[in-house]
Protein backbone atom coordinates (compact mmCIF):
# COMPACT_ATOMS: atom_id res chain seq x y z
CA UNK A 1 0.00 0.00 0.00
CA UNK A 2 2.82 2.75 1.02
CA UNK A 3 5.08 1.54 -2.07
CA UNK A 4 1.68 2.51 -4.53
CA UNK A 5 1.21 6.01 -2.60
CA UNK A 6 5.22 6.28 -3.07
CA UNK A 7 4.48 5.85 -7.29
CA UNK A 8 1.88 7.80 -6.92
CA UNK A 9 3.84 11.00 -5.79
CA UNK A 10 6.82 9.89 -8.04
CA UNK A 11 4.70 9.85 -11.51
CA UNK A 12 2.73 12.95 -9.95
CA UNK A 13 5.93 15.04 -9.84
CA UNK A 14 7.54 13.94 -12.90
CA UNK A 15 3.75 14.71 -14.20
CA UNK A 16 4.20 18.06 -13.09
CA UNK A 17 7.73 18.83 -14.28
CA UNK A 18 6.18 17.49 -18.10
CA UNK A 19 2.99 19.74 -17.57
CA UNK A 20 4.98 22.59 -16.55
CA UNK A 21 7.28 22.23 -19.89
CA UNK A 22 3.95 22.23 -21.80
CA UNK A 23 2.47 25.08 -20.61
CA UNK A 24 6.19 27.11 -20.76
CA UNK A 25 4.92 29.40 -23.96
CA UNK A 26 2.32 30.27 -22.30
CA UNK A 27 4.38 31.59 -19.36
CA UNK A 28 7.13 33.31 -21.27
CA UNK A 29 4.29 34.91 -23.24
CA UNK A 30 2.93 36.17 -20.11
CA UNK A 31 6.66 36.79 -18.80
CA UNK A 32 7.52 39.25 -22.05
CA UNK A 33 4.05 40.52 -22.23
CA UNK A 34 5.32 42.35 -18.62
CA UNK A 35 8.93 43.66 -19.55
CA UNK A 36 10.29 46.74 -21.65
CA UNK A 37 10.96 45.44 -25.21
CA UNK A 38 14.98 45.59 -24.37
CA UNK A 39 14.67 42.26 -21.78
CA UNK A 40 12.28 40.38 -23.66
CA UNK A 41 14.72 38.48 -26.15
CA UNK A 42 17.64 38.25 -23.30
CA UNK A 43 19.13 34.81 -22.58
CA UNK A 44 18.89 33.33 -19.79
CA UNK A 45 15.05 33.95 -19.64
CA UNK A 46 14.05 36.04 -17.02
CA UNK A 47 11.14 34.71 -16.47
CA UNK A 48 10.10 37.00 -13.25
CA UNK A 49 10.88 40.59 -15.12
CA UNK A 50 13.75 42.23 -13.60
CA UNK A 51 12.59 45.50 -14.83
CA UNK A 52 8.60 45.83 -14.93
CA UNK A 53 6.47 47.45 -17.77
CA UNK A 54 3.17 46.26 -17.64
CA UNK A 55 1.15 48.63 -17.68
CA UNK A 56 3.22 50.86 -20.28
CA UNK A 57 2.56 47.52 -22.88
CA UNK A 58 -0.90 46.98 -22.09
CA UNK A 59 -1.53 50.49 -22.58
CA UNK A 60 -0.05 50.78 -25.27
CA UNK A 61 -2.09 47.80 -26.92
CA UNK A 62 -5.33 49.12 -25.57
CA UNK A 63 -5.41 52.66 -25.78
CA UNK A 64 -2.66 52.92 -28.28
CA UNK A 65 -3.17 53.60 -32.36
CA UNK A 66 -4.82 50.72 -33.24
CA UNK A 67 -8.57 50.56 -32.06
CA UNK A 68 -8.11 47.49 -29.69
CA UNK A 69 -11.06 48.11 -27.58
CA UNK A 70 -13.44 48.80 -30.23
CA UNK A 71 -12.31 44.74 -31.88
CA UNK A 72 -12.71 43.83 -28.33
CA UNK A 73 -16.67 44.95 -28.43
CA UNK A 74 -16.90 43.71 -31.79
CA UNK A 75 -15.80 39.95 -30.65
CA UNK A 76 -17.90 40.00 -27.84
CA UNK A 77 -21.26 41.13 -29.76
CA UNK A 78 -20.65 39.10 -32.63
CA UNK A 79 -19.86 35.45 -30.21
CA UNK A 80 -22.76 36.38 -27.60
CA UNK A 81 -25.05 36.51 -31.04
CA UNK A 82 -23.86 33.89 -32.43
CA UNK A 83 -23.87 31.24 -29.67
CA UNK A 84 -27.42 32.33 -28.89
CA UNK A 85 -28.75 31.73 -32.63
CA UNK A 86 -26.70 28.83 -33.09
CA UNK A 87 -28.38 26.95 -29.64
CA UNK A 88 -31.78 28.22 -30.15
CA UNK A 89 -31.51 27.15 -34.11
CA UNK A 90 -29.51 23.87 -32.74
CA UNK A 91 -32.13 22.52 -30.18
CA UNK A 92 -34.88 22.99 -31.78
CA UNK A 93 -33.94 20.84 -34.77
CA UNK A 94 -32.19 18.35 -32.16
CA UNK A 95 -35.76 18.39 -30.98
CA UNK A 96 -37.28 17.96 -34.13
CA UNK A 97 -34.58 15.22 -35.33
CA UNK A 98 -35.12 13.26 -32.26
CA UNK A 99 -38.84 13.60 -30.86
CA UNK A 100 -41.10 14.28 -33.19
CA UNK A 101 -41.95 11.67 -35.85
CA UNK A 102 -42.73 12.89 -39.47
CA UNK A 103 -42.53 12.19 -42.98
CA UNK A 104 -39.01 12.54 -44.19
CA UNK A 105 -37.42 12.95 -40.94
CA UNK A 106 -34.02 10.16 -41.15
CA UNK A 107 -34.17 11.48 -44.79
CA UNK A 108 -32.83 14.98 -44.28
CA UNK A 109 -31.31 14.21 -40.77
CA UNK A 110 -28.93 12.09 -42.87
CA UNK A 111 -28.79 15.69 -45.57
CA UNK A 112 -27.61 18.00 -42.55
CA UNK A 113 -25.27 15.66 -41.64
CA UNK A 114 -23.87 14.98 -44.58
CA UNK A 115 -23.08 18.72 -44.56
CA UNK A 116 -20.56 17.98 -41.50
CA UNK A 117 -18.16 16.48 -43.97
CA UNK A 118 -17.84 20.05 -46.28
CA UNK A 119 -14.86 21.67 -45.52
CA UNK A 120 -15.58 25.17 -45.02
CA UNK A 121 -12.83 26.42 -47.65
CA UNK A 122 -14.75 24.54 -50.38
CA UNK A 123 -17.67 26.83 -50.12
CA UNK A 124 -15.66 29.52 -49.34
CA UNK A 125 -16.49 31.41 -52.76
CA UNK A 126 -20.09 30.98 -53.69
CA UNK A 127 -20.42 32.02 -50.04
CA UNK A 128 -18.59 35.12 -50.63
CA UNK A 129 -20.49 35.59 -53.79
CA UNK A 130 -24.03 34.99 -52.17
CA UNK A 131 -22.90 36.93 -49.21
CA UNK A 132 -22.66 40.28 -51.69
CA UNK A 133 -26.20 39.37 -53.52
CA UNK A 134 -27.62 38.96 -50.43
CA UNK A 135 -26.19 42.45 -48.87
CA UNK A 136 -24.99 40.38 -46.17
CA UNK A 137 -20.86 41.03 -47.16
CA UNK A 138 -18.88 43.30 -43.78
CA UNK A 139 -22.01 42.86 -41.54
CA UNK A 140 -21.59 41.41 -37.83
CA UNK A 141 -25.30 40.18 -38.97
CA UNK A 142 -23.49 37.35 -41.96
CA UNK A 143 -20.93 36.31 -39.64
CA UNK A 144 -23.40 35.42 -36.83
CA UNK A 145 -25.31 33.52 -39.28
CA UNK A 146 -22.22 31.46 -40.92
CA UNK A 147 -21.66 30.39 -37.23
CA UNK A 148 -25.27 29.38 -36.33
CA UNK A 149 -25.24 27.05 -39.74
CA UNK A 150 -22.97 24.71 -38.30
CA UNK A 151 -24.39 21.32 -37.73
CA UNK A 152 -22.13 19.95 -34.94
CA UNK A 153 -24.61 21.23 -32.38
CA UNK A 154 -28.04 19.76 -34.18
CA UNK A 155 -25.96 16.49 -33.87
CA UNK A 156 -24.40 17.06 -30.19
CA UNK A 157 -27.90 18.14 -28.50
CA UNK A 158 -29.85 15.13 -30.81
CA UNK A 159 -27.83 12.57 -28.95
CA UNK A 160 -28.93 13.43 -25.47
CA UNK A 161 -32.02 14.44 -26.94
CA UNK A 162 -32.53 10.97 -27.43
CA UNK A 163 -32.23 9.55 -24.02
CA UNK A 164 -35.14 11.20 -22.79
CA UNK A 165 -37.60 8.89 -22.22
CA UNK A 166 -40.47 8.77 -24.88
CA UNK A 167 -42.82 8.00 -21.86
CA UNK A 168 -41.96 11.36 -20.52
CA UNK A 169 -43.53 12.83 -23.89
CA UNK A 170 -46.26 10.54 -24.17
CA UNK A 171 -47.25 11.84 -20.71
CA UNK A 172 -47.13 15.20 -21.44
CA UNK A 173 -49.22 14.88 -24.86
CA UNK A 174 -51.93 13.08 -23.29
CA UNK A 175 -52.27 16.34 -20.82
CA UNK A 176 -52.94 18.00 -23.90
CA UNK A 177 -49.40 20.15 -23.67
CA UNK A 178 -48.04 20.77 -27.51
CA UNK A 179 -44.85 20.46 -28.80
CA UNK A 180 -43.39 23.64 -27.96
CA UNK A 181 -44.27 23.44 -24.18
CA UNK A 182 -42.63 20.07 -24.05
CA UNK A 183 -39.82 21.10 -25.81
CA UNK A 184 -38.96 24.18 -23.31
CA UNK A 185 -40.41 23.00 -20.38
CA UNK A 186 -39.40 19.78 -20.27
CA UNK A 187 -36.81 18.63 -23.14
CA UNK A 188 -34.48 21.76 -22.23
CA UNK A 189 -34.01 21.47 -18.68
CA UNK A 190 -32.95 17.93 -18.81
CA UNK A 191 -30.42 18.14 -21.27
CA UNK A 192 -28.86 21.46 -19.65
CA UNK A 193 -25.16 20.22 -18.86
CA UNK A 194 -25.27 19.63 -22.99
CA UNK A 195 -26.50 22.75 -23.64
CA UNK A 196 -24.07 24.50 -21.24
CA UNK A 197 -21.34 22.39 -23.02
CA UNK A 198 -22.23 23.66 -26.62
CA UNK A 199 -22.45 26.86 -25.36
CA UNK A 200 -19.18 26.92 -24.44
CA UNK A 201 -17.52 25.05 -27.07
CA UNK A 202 -19.43 27.75 -29.38
CA UNK A 203 -18.39 30.89 -27.73
CA UNK A 204 -14.83 29.47 -27.66
CA UNK A 205 -15.00 28.19 -31.53
CA UNK A 206 -16.61 31.93 -32.30
CA UNK A 207 -14.33 33.96 -30.41
CA UNK A 208 -11.38 32.27 -32.34
CA UNK A 209 -12.60 32.63 -35.49
CA UNK A 210 -10.39 34.12 -38.03
CA UNK A 211 -11.14 32.54 -41.14
CA UNK A 212 -14.84 34.27 -41.42
CA UNK A 213 -14.40 37.60 -40.81
CA UNK A 214 -10.51 37.89 -42.73
CA UNK A 215 -12.98 36.75 -46.01
CA UNK A 216 -16.73 38.28 -45.01
CA UNK A 217 -15.60 41.79 -43.51
CA UNK A 218 -14.28 44.65 -44.99
CA UNK A 219 -14.57 48.17 -42.89
CA UNK A 220 -12.02 48.20 -39.86
CA UNK A 221 -14.58 49.74 -37.58
CA UNK A 222 -16.33 46.03 -37.82
CA UNK A 223 -12.77 43.99 -37.16
CA UNK A 224 -12.99 41.45 -34.85
CA UNK A 225 -10.27 41.06 -32.40
CA UNK A 226 -8.33 38.04 -34.22
CA UNK A 227 -7.95 40.39 -37.35
CA UNK A 228 -7.50 42.79 -34.64
CA UNK A 229 -4.33 41.27 -33.17
CA UNK A 230 -3.04 39.97 -36.80
CA UNK A 231 -2.86 43.82 -37.72
CA UNK A 232 -1.31 45.13 -34.71
CA UNK A 233 1.25 42.78 -34.60
CA UNK A 234 1.84 44.04 -38.43
CA UNK A 235 1.63 46.83 -37.14
CA UNK A 236 3.95 47.05 -34.43
CA UNK A 237 6.50 44.69 -36.13
CA UNK A 238 9.14 44.14 -34.09
CA UNK A 239 7.81 44.81 -30.54
CA UNK A 240 7.83 41.32 -29.29
CA UNK A 241 6.61 42.46 -25.55
CA UNK A 242 3.75 44.64 -27.48
CA UNK A 243 2.32 41.90 -29.66
CA UNK A 244 2.84 39.18 -26.94
CA UNK A 245 0.51 41.74 -24.77
CA UNK A 246 -1.95 41.77 -27.05
CA UNK A 247 -1.91 37.74 -27.46
CA UNK A 248 -2.39 37.78 -23.71
CA UNK A 249 -5.18 40.07 -24.14
CA UNK A 250 -6.90 38.15 -26.80
CA UNK A 251 -6.79 34.38 -24.57
CA UNK A 252 -7.29 35.87 -21.26
CA UNK A 253 -11.31 36.22 -21.36
CA UNK A 254 -11.82 32.91 -23.00
CA UNK A 255 -9.18 31.35 -20.12
CA UNK A 256 -11.59 32.52 -17.14
CA UNK A 257 -14.37 31.04 -19.05
CA UNK A 258 -12.80 27.38 -19.52
CA UNK A 259 -11.35 28.06 -15.74
CA UNK A 260 -15.30 28.17 -14.46
CA UNK A 261 -16.42 26.20 -17.20
CA UNK A 262 -13.57 23.23 -17.75
CA UNK A 263 -15.99 20.17 -16.18
CA UNK A 264 -18.12 21.20 -18.72
CA UNK A 265 -15.87 21.31 -21.85
CA UNK A 266 -13.43 18.61 -20.85
CA UNK A 267 -16.58 16.52 -20.05
CA UNK A 268 -18.71 17.34 -23.12
CA UNK A 269 -16.24 17.47 -25.84
CA UNK A 270 -15.28 13.58 -24.51
CA UNK A 271 -19.16 12.69 -24.02
CA UNK A 272 -20.14 14.08 -27.84
CA UNK A 273 -16.72 11.83 -28.80
CA UNK A 274 -16.97 8.87 -27.52
CA UNK A 275 -20.71 8.57 -27.39
CA UNK A 276 -21.23 9.75 -31.71
CA UNK B 1 -55.19 -0.98 -32.30
CA UNK B 2 -58.65 -2.59 -32.62
CA UNK B 3 -59.38 -5.65 -31.36
CA UNK B 4 -62.71 -6.39 -32.91
CA UNK B 5 -64.75 -8.65 -30.59
CA UNK B 6 -68.10 -7.28 -31.11
CA UNK B 7 -69.27 -4.59 -34.17
CA UNK B 8 -70.34 -1.70 -31.94
CA UNK B 9 -67.89 -1.76 -29.55
CA UNK B 10 -65.20 -1.87 -32.18
CA UNK B 11 -66.79 1.35 -34.15
CA UNK B 12 -67.32 3.33 -30.60
CA UNK B 13 -63.22 2.60 -29.36
CA UNK B 14 -61.91 2.76 -32.78
CA UNK B 15 -63.38 5.03 -34.79
CA UNK B 16 -62.50 8.15 -32.48
CA UNK B 17 -59.25 6.63 -32.21
CA UNK B 18 -58.22 6.78 -35.46
CA UNK B 19 -59.68 10.09 -36.13
CA UNK B 20 -57.33 11.36 -33.09
CA UNK B 21 -54.32 9.38 -34.05
CA UNK B 22 -54.45 11.01 -37.42
CA UNK B 23 -55.13 14.59 -36.44
CA UNK B 24 -51.90 13.94 -34.15
CA UNK B 25 -49.90 12.62 -37.11
CA UNK B 26 -50.98 15.67 -38.86
CA UNK B 27 -50.15 17.94 -35.94
CA UNK B 28 -46.70 16.27 -35.87
CA UNK B 29 -45.74 16.56 -39.27
CA UNK B 30 -46.65 20.12 -39.00
CA UNK B 31 -44.64 20.53 -35.51
CA UNK B 32 -41.50 18.52 -36.88
CA UNK B 33 -40.94 20.63 -40.25
CA UNK B 34 -41.35 24.07 -38.02
CA UNK B 35 -38.85 22.64 -35.44
CA UNK B 36 -36.16 22.06 -37.61
CA UNK B 37 -37.21 24.77 -40.59
CA UNK B 38 -34.51 27.53 -39.16
CA UNK B 39 -31.50 24.73 -38.84
CA UNK B 40 -32.87 23.87 -42.67
CA UNK B 41 -33.20 27.25 -44.24
CA UNK B 42 -29.83 27.97 -43.18
CA UNK B 43 -27.56 24.74 -43.95
CA UNK B 44 -29.46 24.98 -47.11
CA UNK B 45 -28.66 28.41 -48.13
CA UNK B 46 -24.86 28.86 -46.60
CA UNK B 47 -23.75 25.17 -47.12
CA UNK B 48 -26.13 22.81 -49.70
CA UNK B 49 -26.47 25.71 -52.11
CA UNK B 50 -22.79 27.16 -52.40
CA UNK B 51 -21.65 23.12 -52.68
CA UNK B 52 -23.49 22.79 -55.90
CA UNK B 53 -22.52 26.37 -57.04
CA UNK B 54 -18.82 25.42 -56.32
CA UNK B 55 -19.41 22.16 -58.79
CA UNK B 56 -20.86 24.40 -60.98
CA UNK B 57 -17.74 27.12 -61.12
CA UNK B 58 -15.08 24.33 -61.15
CA UNK B 59 -16.28 23.95 -64.46
CA UNK B 60 -15.70 27.79 -65.78
CA UNK B 61 -12.96 29.96 -65.96
CA UNK B 62 -15.17 32.86 -64.11
CA UNK B 63 -13.80 35.17 -61.38
CA UNK B 64 -16.30 36.75 -59.10
CA UNK B 65 -14.82 40.40 -60.36
CA UNK B 66 -16.26 40.50 -64.21
CA UNK B 67 -19.38 39.48 -63.01
CA UNK B 68 -21.88 37.00 -64.61
CA UNK B 69 -20.64 37.85 -68.41
CA UNK B 70 -17.44 36.79 -67.83
CA UNK B 71 -18.91 33.02 -67.23
CA UNK B 72 -18.03 30.66 -69.69
CA UNK B 73 -17.57 26.80 -69.36
CA UNK B 74 -14.40 25.40 -70.05
CA UNK B 75 -14.74 21.52 -69.43
CA UNK B 76 -12.39 19.86 -67.41
CA UNK B 77 -9.59 22.33 -68.01
CA UNK B 78 -9.33 23.30 -64.03
CA UNK B 79 -9.20 20.09 -63.23
CA UNK B 80 -6.60 19.48 -65.77
CA UNK B 81 -4.37 21.98 -64.96
CA UNK B 82 -4.61 21.07 -60.94
CA UNK B 83 -2.81 17.66 -62.29
CA UNK B 84 0.00 19.60 -63.79
CA UNK B 85 -0.01 22.43 -61.13
CA UNK B 86 3.40 22.44 -59.18
CA UNK B 87 2.17 24.65 -56.19
CA UNK B 88 -0.88 22.06 -55.71
CA UNK B 89 1.60 19.18 -55.54
CA UNK B 90 3.48 20.91 -53.16
CA UNK B 91 0.51 21.61 -51.18
CA UNK B 92 -0.89 18.40 -51.42
CA UNK B 93 2.27 16.83 -50.78
CA UNK B 94 2.42 19.43 -47.39
CA UNK B 95 -0.56 18.19 -46.53
CA UNK B 96 0.25 14.41 -46.79
CA UNK B 97 3.37 14.82 -44.69
CA UNK B 98 1.50 16.72 -41.77
CA UNK B 99 -1.00 13.60 -41.31
CA UNK B 100 2.42 12.30 -39.43
CA UNK B 101 1.10 14.79 -36.93
CA UNK B 102 -1.54 13.08 -35.70
CA UNK B 103 -0.11 9.11 -34.62
CA UNK B 104 2.83 11.05 -32.86
CA UNK B 105 -0.39 13.35 -30.92
CA UNK B 106 -1.95 10.24 -30.36
CA UNK B 107 1.09 8.31 -28.74
CA UNK B 108 1.91 11.14 -26.03
CA UNK B 109 -1.70 11.92 -25.46
CA UNK B 110 -2.28 8.19 -24.82
CA UNK B 111 1.04 8.05 -22.65
CA UNK B 112 -0.28 10.95 -20.79
CA UNK B 113 -3.57 9.61 -20.03
CA UNK B 114 -2.81 6.83 -18.88
CA UNK B 115 -0.61 7.73 -16.53
CA UNK B 116 -2.68 10.38 -15.18
CA UNK B 117 -5.58 7.88 -15.03
CA UNK B 118 -3.62 5.54 -13.00
CA UNK B 119 -0.69 7.45 -10.77
CA UNK B 120 -1.21 10.98 -10.26
CA UNK B 121 -2.78 12.93 -7.79
CA UNK B 122 -4.48 16.46 -9.18
CA UNK B 123 -5.53 14.99 -12.29
CA UNK B 124 -8.22 17.86 -12.68
CA UNK B 125 -5.57 20.41 -12.67
CA UNK B 126 -3.60 18.26 -15.67
CA UNK B 127 -6.57 17.93 -17.90
CA UNK B 128 -6.91 22.08 -17.85
CA UNK B 129 -3.17 22.62 -18.74
CA UNK B 130 -3.36 20.11 -21.47
CA UNK B 131 -6.30 21.15 -22.62
CA UNK B 132 -5.09 24.93 -22.33
CA UNK B 133 -3.91 25.42 -26.19
CA UNK B 134 -7.00 23.77 -27.74
CA UNK B 135 -8.75 27.04 -26.52
CA UNK B 136 -6.43 29.57 -27.13
CA UNK B 137 -6.58 31.18 -30.60
CA UNK B 138 -4.50 30.32 -33.62
CA UNK B 139 -4.09 33.79 -34.01
CA UNK B 140 -2.30 34.16 -30.31
CA UNK B 141 -0.64 30.97 -30.74
CA UNK B 142 0.81 31.87 -34.29
CA UNK B 143 2.16 35.09 -33.24
CA UNK B 144 3.62 33.76 -29.80
CA UNK B 145 5.56 30.86 -31.97
CA UNK B 146 6.77 33.04 -34.38
CA UNK B 147 8.71 34.54 -31.68
CA UNK B 148 9.68 31.36 -29.87
CA UNK B 149 11.34 29.77 -33.09
CA UNK B 150 13.00 33.75 -33.62
CA UNK B 151 15.96 32.01 -35.80
CA UNK B 152 18.70 34.47 -33.97
CA UNK B 153 17.57 35.44 -30.36
CA UNK B 154 14.41 33.68 -29.90
CA UNK B 155 14.16 31.42 -26.97
CA UNK B 156 14.18 27.95 -28.37
CA UNK B 157 17.52 28.57 -30.00
CA UNK B 158 18.64 30.61 -27.25
CA UNK B 159 18.34 27.50 -25.10
CA UNK B 160 19.73 25.05 -28.10
CA UNK B 161 22.44 27.20 -27.93
CA UNK B 162 23.31 27.24 -24.21
CA UNK B 163 23.06 23.13 -24.28
CA UNK B 164 26.02 23.23 -26.94
CA UNK B 165 24.00 23.36 -30.11
CA UNK B 166 26.48 25.68 -32.20
CA UNK B 167 23.92 26.37 -35.40
CA UNK B 168 20.44 25.77 -34.17
CA UNK B 169 18.02 25.51 -36.52
CA UNK B 170 16.29 28.31 -38.60
CA UNK B 171 12.98 27.12 -38.05
CA UNK B 172 10.61 28.86 -39.51
CA UNK B 173 13.02 30.31 -41.65
CA UNK B 174 14.00 27.44 -43.43
CA UNK B 175 12.10 25.69 -46.06
CA UNK B 176 13.78 22.43 -45.22
CA UNK B 177 12.80 22.94 -40.90
CA UNK B 178 9.52 25.11 -41.86
CA UNK B 179 6.88 22.19 -41.84
CA UNK B 180 8.58 20.70 -39.26
CA UNK B 181 8.24 23.60 -37.25
CA UNK B 182 4.50 24.10 -37.91
CA UNK B 183 3.98 19.88 -37.16
CA UNK B 184 5.45 20.43 -33.74
CA UNK B 185 2.99 23.59 -32.95
CA UNK B 186 -0.01 21.01 -34.38
CA UNK B 187 1.03 18.23 -32.15
CA UNK B 188 1.28 20.94 -29.31
CA UNK B 189 -2.43 22.08 -29.43
CA UNK B 190 -3.95 18.85 -30.64
CA UNK B 191 -2.61 16.92 -27.54
CA UNK B 192 -5.05 18.08 -24.87
CA UNK B 193 -7.91 17.08 -26.92
CA UNK B 194 -6.22 13.63 -27.91
CA UNK B 195 -5.89 13.66 -24.48
CA UNK B 196 -9.06 14.10 -22.81
CA UNK B 197 -10.82 11.88 -25.33
CA UNK B 198 -8.42 9.01 -23.91
CA UNK B 199 -9.15 9.53 -20.66
CA UNK B 200 -12.80 8.75 -21.08
CA UNK B 201 -12.03 5.90 -22.97
CA UNK B 202 -10.32 4.80 -20.04
CA UNK B 203 -13.35 5.29 -17.57
CA UNK B 204 -15.06 3.04 -19.75
CA UNK B 205 -13.16 -0.03 -19.57
CA UNK B 206 -14.44 -2.12 -16.62
CA UNK B 207 -11.73 -3.12 -13.77
CA UNK B 208 -12.78 -6.45 -13.45
CA UNK B 209 -10.46 -6.86 -16.52
CA UNK B 210 -7.52 -5.75 -14.52
CA UNK B 211 -8.32 -7.58 -11.38
CA UNK B 212 -8.74 -10.38 -13.38
CA UNK B 213 -5.87 -9.89 -15.37
CA UNK B 214 -3.51 -9.21 -12.30
CA UNK B 215 -5.08 -12.98 -10.80
CA UNK B 216 -3.47 -14.70 -13.50
CA UNK B 217 0.18 -12.62 -12.95
CA UNK B 218 0.42 -10.45 -15.62
CA UNK B 219 2.46 -7.60 -15.53
CA UNK B 220 1.17 -4.08 -16.03
CA UNK B 221 3.02 -3.47 -19.34
CA UNK B 222 1.06 -7.18 -20.38
CA UNK B 223 -2.07 -5.93 -19.28
CA UNK B 224 -1.78 -2.25 -21.29
CA UNK B 225 -1.17 -4.19 -24.38
CA UNK B 226 -3.67 -7.32 -24.02
CA UNK B 227 -6.53 -5.10 -21.79
CA UNK B 228 -5.75 -1.18 -22.44
CA UNK B 229 -4.86 -1.08 -26.06
CA UNK B 230 -7.63 -3.33 -27.69
CA UNK B 231 -10.30 -1.85 -25.86
CA UNK B 232 -9.44 1.64 -26.72
CA UNK B 233 -9.45 0.83 -30.59
CA UNK B 234 -12.60 2.49 -31.11
CA UNK B 235 -11.72 5.45 -29.05
CA UNK B 236 -7.93 5.80 -31.47
CA UNK B 237 -9.96 4.88 -34.52
CA UNK B 238 -11.82 8.00 -33.82
CA UNK B 239 -9.05 9.94 -32.97
CA UNK B 240 -7.53 9.18 -36.43
CA UNK B 241 -9.72 9.64 -38.13
CA UNK B 242 -10.63 13.38 -36.68
CA UNK B 243 -6.78 13.98 -36.78
CA UNK B 244 -6.48 13.48 -40.46
CA UNK B 245 -9.61 15.58 -41.04
CA UNK B 246 -8.25 17.62 -39.05
CA UNK B 247 -5.11 18.19 -40.46
CA UNK B 248 -6.45 18.93 -44.17
CA UNK B 249 -8.17 21.69 -42.47
CA UNK B 250 -5.30 24.09 -40.93
CA UNK B 251 -5.79 27.47 -42.02
CA UNK B 252 -5.71 30.32 -39.74
CA UNK B 253 -2.22 28.76 -38.20
CA UNK B 254 -1.06 28.75 -41.43
CA UNK B 255 -2.33 32.23 -42.40
CA UNK B 256 -0.93 34.13 -39.67
CA UNK B 257 2.31 31.88 -38.48
CA UNK B 258 3.95 31.35 -42.21
CA UNK B 259 1.32 32.82 -45.16
CA UNK B 260 2.76 29.74 -46.73
CA UNK B 261 6.20 30.50 -46.59
CA UNK B 262 9.09 29.95 -46.83
CA UNK B 263 8.82 29.32 -51.22
CA UNK B 264 5.86 27.47 -50.83
CA UNK B 265 7.15 25.15 -47.88
CA UNK B 266 4.59 25.49 -45.65
CA UNK B 267 1.73 26.05 -48.16
CA UNK B 268 -1.55 23.33 -47.45
CA UNK B 269 -4.57 23.09 -49.79
CA UNK B 270 -6.83 25.18 -48.03
CA UNK B 271 -3.99 27.91 -47.94
CA UNK B 272 -3.42 27.83 -51.68
CA UNK B 273 -7.27 27.25 -52.86
CA UNK B 274 -7.28 31.12 -50.71
CA UNK B 275 -4.99 32.56 -52.30
CA UNK B 276 -5.83 31.55 -55.64
CA UNK B 277 -9.30 32.55 -54.88
CA UNK B 278 -8.66 35.72 -53.17
CA UNK B 279 -5.80 36.78 -53.86
CA UNK B 280 -5.21 35.90 -57.58
CA UNK B 281 -9.11 35.73 -58.29
CA UNK B 282 -9.66 32.65 -59.91
CA UNK B 283 -13.16 31.42 -58.89
CA UNK B 284 -13.02 28.23 -61.00
CA UNK B 285 -10.17 27.21 -60.59
CA UNK B 286 -10.77 27.52 -56.62
CA UNK B 287 -13.51 26.24 -57.20
CA UNK B 288 -11.87 23.09 -58.25
CA UNK B 289 -9.51 22.97 -55.95
CA UNK B 290 -12.23 23.09 -53.38
CA UNK B 291 -14.30 20.08 -55.04
CA UNK B 292 -10.69 17.54 -54.91
CA UNK B 293 -10.51 18.85 -50.80
CA UNK B 294 -14.05 17.27 -50.49
CA UNK B 295 -13.50 14.30 -52.17
CA UNK B 296 -10.20 13.56 -50.52
CA UNK B 297 -12.14 14.47 -47.45
CA UNK B 298 -15.02 11.96 -48.58
CA UNK B 299 -12.80 9.48 -49.11
CA UNK B 300 -11.26 9.57 -45.50
CA UNK B 301 -14.73 9.14 -44.19
CA UNK B 302 -15.35 5.89 -46.44
CA UNK B 303 -12.49 4.57 -44.97
CA UNK B 304 -13.71 5.09 -41.61
CA UNK B 305 -17.00 3.38 -42.34
CA UNK B 306 -15.47 0.56 -43.55
CA UNK B 307 -12.50 0.46 -41.17
CA UNK B 308 -14.79 0.62 -38.10
CA UNK B 309 -16.30 -2.64 -39.11
CA UNK B 310 -13.17 -4.53 -39.45
CA UNK B 311 -10.76 -3.36 -37.35
CA UNK B 312 -12.37 -2.21 -34.11
CA UNK B 313 -13.44 -4.25 -31.38
CA UNK B 314 -16.24 -3.14 -29.81
Known sequence: ?276 | MEVITEEGTAKRSGSPGISKMRKQSFYDNIAGYLFIAPMLILTVTLVIIPILLSGVISFSNWNFVSGLDGFGFVGLDNYTRLVQDESFHRSLYNNLIMIGVVPVAMFLALVLAVLINKATYFKTFFKVIYFMPFISSFVAIALLWRVLYHPNNGPINGFLRSIGFEHPPMWLADPKFALVSVMIIMVWTSLGFNMVIYLAGLQNISRDLYEAADVDGASPLRQFFRITLPLLSPTSFFLLITGVVGSFKVFDLIMVLTGGGPAGSTSVIVYYLYEVAFVNLESGYASAMGIILLILILLVTLFQWVGQKKWVNY
Open chain 1, 1 to 276: MRSIKLNRVIVTIFMGVAGILFIMPFLWMLSASFKPELDVMKYPIEWIPSKWNMVENYKQVWAGAVPFTLYYWNTTKVTLMSTALSLIISAMAAYGFSKIIFKGRDILFLVVLATFMIPTQAILVPQFIMYRWLGLFDSHFGLVLLAASGVLGTFLLRQFFLGIHDEIIESARIDAAGHWTIFMRIAMPLVQPALATYMILRFIWTWNDYQNPLIFLRSDSLFTLQLGIRKFADFSGEFYSLMMAGAVSAILPLLIIFMIGQKQVIEGVAMGSVKG
